[in-house]
């Protein structure tokens, strides 16, 4: 599986930005699909999950009620829909996929900058 990021950029405190991650191969619906982040000098965080098949949603604490992920099986892609963004959700943002008995996969990232 090959993952390819898109949709970062620079955006002003309380503006949107939605990420994509487009993916390669086959049997994407039986991945679970996630997005980390990681900003300088920190480690790599977790910020939201979608299930297999999108039967389940789950968010870090600090993107809930501002962050929306969602998938589209048949376009094999999933995306992150980001309010409310604050600077401290700069940082490069990473689209991940697992699948048990498969393997993990992580995307290249695309950074995501906010600051006025």
């Known amino acids: 599986v090959q993952l390819v990021e898109s949709g970062g950029g620079l955006v002003q405190p309380g503006g949107s930005l939605r990420l994509s991650c487009a993916a390669s191969?086959?049997?994407?619906?039986?991945?679970?699909m996630s997005w980390f982040r990681q900003a300088p000098g920190t480690e790599r965080e977790f910020v939201a999950t979608?299930?297999?098949?999108?039967?389940?949603?789950d968010y870090a604490d600090s993107v809930k009620g501002r962050f929306t992920i969602s998938r589209d099986n048949a376009k094999k892609a999933v995306y992150l829909q980001m309010n409310s963004l604050k600077p401290e959700d700069t940082a490069i943002y990473y689209c991940?996929?697992?699948?048990?008995?498969?393997?993990?996969?992580w995307g290249q990232g695309t950074q995501v900058t906010v600051s006025l």
């Open positions: 991940f996929a697992r699948k048990s008995g498969v393997g993990n996969y």
């Open positions: 191969g086959s049997t994407f619906d039986l991945y679970t």
């Open positions: 979608s299930t297999n098949f999108g039967g389940r949603t």
